[in-house]
């Protein structure tokens, strides 16, 4: 069994999250304004499905891998950042 994790956006992620996921996690904060006017930054969540890392953001946006181990990103219909 994996354990998860929780950062906020725009921090550096845990040791817990695989390299092949941070430049996915990378590019989605960069798209996150840095002055979110007096809001907290969203919150990633680190998970494991059947063996998988996905890192979700509390706006909805997925960061997992493809089957080569590319990290992909997935936004939500509703996501402000997509």
Not at 8 to 14: D, I, N, R, V
Not at 43 to 54: A, D
Not at 58 to 77: F, I, K, M, S
């Amino acid at each position: 069994m994996r354990l998860g994790t929780r950062w906020t956006s725009g921090e550096e992620p845990p040791q817990a999250v695989p390299e092949a996921l941070r430049e996915g996690i990378a590019g989605v904060d960069a798209t996150i304004p840095v002055d979110m006017l007096g809001a907290p930054r969203p919150r990633w969540t680190l998970t494991w499905l059947e063996g998988k890392p996905i890192a979700e953001l509390a706006t909805g946006v997925q960061v997992e891998l493809d089957d080569d181990g590319n990290a992909v990103v997935r936004h939500a219909p509703d996501d402000d950042f997509a």
